[in-house]
């Protein structure tokens, strides 16, 4: 989407840690969203965080936001091969603002 | 299970013709939002509904056209298909009161081929 960007590719090995990072140009909205999707299904949330947050943590799950730079990042500790998906970063429904998603290969 | 329903999950046709996709959101939520997603160019906003009214256009073709029911089910129609229109169709529902977090609840697509 062209209002969100993200790197298209990530792999990692089973252990380590996951970074995916992106981009916004809309600063408007109240949240910022992570999405999951796995082979054949829809996206389903994986967290968010409040516009007026620095940073959120999730059991594995690290999100920093930095809105001066207008960056956002997922952070998956110790990965598992069960992470394989593809990962979005989103804004306010409604508008483009999905990126094109992040997938991310977990090798055992 | 999202809650989000949508038929049919497969559909082929060919060029030129025209197909409804179907989507009946979570109980009680009153927007629906519908994505394409194809291989080249990520996940696209389509069209938002609220509670019957169209709210929001996206990268919606002139040959595509949606609506909202009173049920809040709500169908998206796409004619004179072309190759390109390949895709999976996402509906997505969220229940845009005030103090809820905007999550969206998608559900499991509908992959049209067009041959």
């Known amino acids: 989407g062209e209002d969100v960007e993200q790197s298209l590719f990530l792999s990692v090995r089973e252990g380590d840690s996951s970074v995916i990072n992106c981009t916004y140009t809309?600063?408007?909205?109240?949240?910022l969203y992570w999405y999951k999707q796995e082979p054949g299904a829809g996206l389903q949330l994986l967290t968010y965080?409040?516009?007026?947050?620095d940073m959120k943590q999730d059991q594995r799950l690290t999100v920093l936001l930095n809105k001066k730079d207008k960056h956002l990042s997922l952070r998956i500790a110790d990965t598992q091969t069960g992470d394989s998906a593809i990962y979005f970063c989103?804004?306010?429904?409604?508008?483009?603002?999905f990126g094109d998603g992040t997938t991310l290969t977990v090798k055992p | 299970d999202s809650g989000v329903t949508q038929t049919p999950k497969h559909l082929i046709t060919a060029t030129g013709q025209r197909v409804t996709l179907r989507c009946s959101p979570r109980?009680?939520?009153?927007?629906v939002y519908w994505y394409q997603q194809s291989l080249d160019q990520g996940l696209q906003f389509l069209i938002h509904?609220?509670?019957?009214?169209?709210?929001a256009k996206g990268n919606i073709l002139e040959r595509f056209s949606a609506q909202q029911f009173p049920d809040l089910h709500s169908e998206l129609n796409l004619s004179s298909l072309e190759l390109g229109d390949s895709a999976l169709y996402f509906c997505a529902s969220s229940v845009r009161t005030s103090g809820n977090t905007g999550e969206l609840f998608f559900g499991e697509g509908s992959r049209l081929t067009v041959l």
């Open positions: 965080i409040f516009s007026n947050m």
């Open positions: 109980s009680g939520d009153l927007s």
């Open positions: 809309d600063s408007s909205s109240t949240y």
């Open positions: 509904y609220y509670n019957g009214e169209e709210r």
């Open positions: 989103a804004g306010v429904p409604g508008k483009s603002t």
